[in-house]
């Protein structure tokens, strides 16, 4: 069992950076792969990134070039660093994890979610 719990969303405005965190318990987190998505406003829950046990990373179209994932083992902690954000970033950015997760990006794939942390880009 693997609890993930997000933090560092807020208010921004378009231009800026913000650094999500997410705490995961369990000795094993090492082991999972993690990924980072998003729901905005009226819309379907989306991929941002994803990061292997390998730290091998894929990214959305949408965020590439502007977010990075990484993770620290030794903290049990993943990150999302958002830079040069944009007014369409704005949405709730949930943690998830998963033992292989077999189809990157695709939602169903992740067995572990957190409760989410809201990200709002003023204009």
């Known amino acids: 069992q693997v609890q993930l719990v997000e933090s560092g969303g807020g208010l921004v405005q378009a231009g800026g950076s913000l650094r999500l965190s997410c705490a995961a318990s369990?000795?094993?987190?090492?082991?999972?792969?993690m990924a980072w998505f998003r729901q905005g406003p009226g819309k379907e829950r989306e991929f941002v990134a994803h990061?292997?046990?390998?730290?091998?990373?894929y990214y959305a179209d949408s965020v590439k070039g502007r977010f990075t994932i990484s993770r620290d083992n030794a903290k049990n902690t993943v990150y999302l660093q958002m830079n040069s954000l944009k007014p369409e970033d704005t949405a709730v950015y949930y943690c998830?994890?998963?033992?292989?997760?077999?189809?990157?990006?695709?939602?169903?794939?992740?067995?572990?979610w957190g409760q989410g942390t809201q990200v709002a880009v003023s204009s």
């Open positions: 369990g000795r094993t987190f090492g082991w999972y792969v």
């Open positions: 998830a994890a998963d033992a292989s997760a077999v189809r990157v990006g695709v939602p169903s794939a992740y067995e572990y």
């Open positions: 990061i292997s046990w390998s730290n091998s990373t």
